[in-house]
């Protein structure tokens, strides 16, 4: 029977889902919508819906996009789970990285089941040029796309690992 060591990993995709939904859930119980709250001169809290996906994508596509980029993170969250179970143990990095795509991954996937939208509320900006707003599965997706590109580098790689 073949073991599923890096699976051990699936705690990070756990906690970054969790910390997504609760903050999601937080912001949407006390903030209105489009509402935003300066914290440091680059950065408010500012609670919007995106219908679409990163940057808005899609976002005025009449509402198809919703199952779309459903079933677009189900299917990549397969994927991600069999390439992270098929992971050697030295390949902690990319385990690593890819836990934190698959939790990114499935936080915006409960959006899109239970609202429709994704609730994004982080908004950096500087003057009047704002980043499309986004969350904490966003950030985790984001994060781990980086650390699948340094590992690709060669990071996290031990001399004797093969």
């Not at 073991?3 to 990070?12: A, I, N, R, V």
């Not at 912001?27 to 489009?34: P, R, Y």
């Amino acid at each position: 029977m073949r073991e599923f060591g890096m699976l051990k990993w699936l705690w990070l995709s756990l906690l970054a889902i969790v910390l997504d939904q609760l903050s999601k859930l937080a912001i949407a119980d006390t903030m209105q919508l489009h509402e935003s709250i300066p914290l440091l001169p680059f950065f408010n809290l500012t609670y919007v819906h995106n219908l679409g996906a990163a940057f808005s994508f899609l976002s005025e596509a009449g509402g198809w996009q919703r199952w779309f980029f459903a079933a677009l993170a189900l299917v990549i969250s397969v994927i991600l789970s069999v390439w992270l179970a098929r992971l050697q143990k030295h390949e902690t990095l990319l385990a690593v990285a890819l836990a934190l795509v698959l939790g990114g991954a499935v936080g915006n996937l409960i959006d899109r089941l239970a609202y429709g939208y994704v609730i994004d509320f982080l908004d950096v900006y500087y003057q009047e040029w704002h980043w499309p707003a986004f969350n904490i599965a966003d950030s985790a997706i984001t994060l781990g796309v980086a650390l699948m590109l340094l590992e690709s580098f060669g990071f996290g790689k031990s001399s004797n690992a093969e």
